[in-house]
């Protein structure tokens, strides 16, 4: 039906969507049960995405720039006010009616069909080292990027560095645009933990996830443990690694005790 589709990526998703669902039903068949009206939704969609694209599915490119805008504009929905909701510092949420949903989810996608199909069409350019070429690539990267930092979600603002350096060294092979990414997050890195709160707070938990004394929490606003406050998953994840190493001890052979919601964890 899709001749020139990846036969690998559909069997991989649907084995770790598999083990997914399979996890949350351990921990709350409720949770376990929204989860599965999702997935109805996203097989609904993707089905439909291959009917649409059933003879080729490089037709996208024709609408790559409408894919790089609309990215944008899901990232920036957040920003809006009485639309976006702050969680744990971040501003990533959009809150519509009883549903609540992360925009840039939906963002990443089109921002990867935009990288891929404008990639494609200028890498034979881009592999010259003109920087004028560039120019259409790094002002969607760069509004992205601004969008993210506005957010204080700095690791989806890596990821989608990472995914963009990537991207260009496969079209290009030219190492040295890797380099300069590199350095230029170097640099952004350092001027955003010296003039970014969530940032600096972020790197703090990091070096220093417990605390014997009470400390500030921005989370409350009260004194507390860094450890029961803005570095707790943190430390949960290190004491599950403690507990069961990093492969851990066994598909559905772990434990699981909380003082809150899963939902609450989930979100978080």
Not at 154 to 163: A, H, K, M, R
Request: aromatic letters at 12%; hydrophobic letters at 50%.
């Amino acid at each position: 039906m899709t001749p020139f589709a990846d036969p690998y990526l559909l069997p991989m998703a649907g084995l770790l969507t598999a083990i997914g669902v399979t996890e949350i039903y351990r921990l709350g068949p409720n949770d376990a049960f929204k989860q599965g009206l999702w997935l109805v939704v996203g097989v609904a969609l993707f089905a439909g995405a291959l009917i649409l694209l059933r003879r080729d599915y490089r037709e996208l490119e024709r609408y790559k720039y409408i894919f790089g805008v609309a990215a944008i504009v899901l990232l920036f929905l957040p920003r809006l006010p009485g639309l976006g909701e702050t969680v744990n510092g971040a501003r990533l949420w959009v809150h519509v009616g009883g549903l609540d949903f992360q925009p840039g989810e939906l963002a990443k996608i089109l921002l990867i069909v935009f990288l891929a199909a404008y990639l494609r069409e200028k890498r034979e350019v881009l592999a010259q080292g003109r920087l004028k070429d560039l120019g259409p690539l790094l002002v969607v990267w760069g509004a992205c990027m601004l969008v993210l930092v506005s957010s204080n979600d700095l690791g989806s603002g890596l990821l989608y560095f990472g995914i963009f350096l990537a991207m260009l060294y496969i079209a290009t092979g030219r190492l040295s645009y890797v380099l300069g990414g590199l350095v230029l997050f170097g640099a952004g890195g350092a001027f955003a933990y010296e003039k970014i709160s969530h940032v600096h707070e972020r790197v703090l938990i990091w070096l220093h996830p417990w605390t014997s004394s009470p400390v500030p929490c921005p989370l409350t606003g009260h004194l507390a443990l860094r450890q029961d406050c803005s570095s707790y998953q943190l430390v949960k994840s290190l004491y599950s690694i403690g507990n069961g190493g990093y492969l851990g001890p066994g598909f559905g052979k772990g434990t699981f005790t909380t003082a809150c919601r899963l939902s609450d964890a989930m979100r978080a």
